[in-house]
T-cell receptor, first 114, second 112 residues
Framework: DAKTTQPTSMDCAEGRAANLPCNHS???????VYWYRQIHSQGPQYIIH???NNETNEMASLIITEDRKSSTLILPHATLRDTAVYYC???????????????FGTGTQLKVEL | DAGITQSPRHKVTETGTPVTLRCHQT?????MYWYRQDPGHGLRLIHY???????DKGEVSDGYSVSRSKTEDFLLTLESATSSQTSVYFC???????????FGPGTRLLVL
């Protein structure tokens, strides 16, 4: 899996958009960009994933650059409950079993404040 | 919510004792995974299963065994617990066309 680079920490005011960047300059053509988050003491939570087009779901939007070397996760209206560590991961499409192993780096600690 | 529960949620045990952690899912997923999470090491795959009685090792399988006698339950056993196995253990399933993984709430294990 390609290595990803994320800032260690970010702050965001409640109600504002939180934009979390991720660099994945060595991503391969068949690798998807996944985002998970982990709220303190809880299991990792899937947020969104994409290949090359921008994606949006009820939790967030994912913007992937045209060259696919970087992406941004957008939480449009951050709340205090969005305070968590956010992980950007790349993995091969449809990998199963041991090939589906997720490798979480250090992630970005997002702190949402009043 | 992928219908995953883990039990126990917290356990304290002594070195040398056997420990079994249970992962239970309600949605008939084929693939199940056991990870451990430790500071400085992130998430590491211990074992995974691709069906009833079908399991394989992950990257940190030494000291652990697993069993899956029915689709809904995936058990992780520490035959003789050691202090180095103090960790948070997460179970996951994968589902959908992309085999996206969804995690359970975790089990905090302390081996004294």
């Amino acid at each position: 899996d390609a290595k990803t680079t994320q800032p260690t920490s970010m702050d965001c005011a409640e109600g504002r958009a939180a934009n979390l960047p991720c660099n994945h300059s060595t991503i391969s053509g068949n690798e998807y960009v996944y985002w998970y988050r982990q709220i303190h003491s809880q299991g990792p939570q899937y947020i969104i994933h994409g290949l090359k087009n921008n994606e949006t779901n009820e939790m967030a939007s994912l913007i992937i650059t045209e060259d696919r070397k970087s992406s941004t996760l957008i939480l449009p209206h951050a709340t205090l409950r969005d305070t968590a560590v956010y992980y950007c991961i790349v993995r091969v499409e449809g990998a199963t079993g041991g090939g589906n192993k997720l490798t979480f780096g250090t992630g970005t600690q997002l702190k949402v404040e009043l | 919510d992928a219908g995953i529960t883990q039990s126990p949620r917290h356990k304290v045990t002594e070195t040398g004792t056997p420990v079994t952690l249970r992962c239970h899912q309600t949605e008939n997923h084929r693939y199940m995974y056991w990870y451990r999470q430790d500071p400085g090491h992130g998430l590491r795959l211990i074992h995974y299963s691709y069906g009833v009685k079908d399991t394989d090792k992950g990257e940190v399988s030494d000291g652990y065994s697993v069993s899956r006698s029915k689709t809904e339950d995936f058990l992780l056993t520490l035959e003789s617990a050691t202090s180095s196995q103090t960790s948070v253990y997460f179970c996951a399933i994968s589902q959908g066309p992309f085999e996206t993984q969804y995690f359970g709430p975790g089990t905090r294990l302390l081996v004294l």
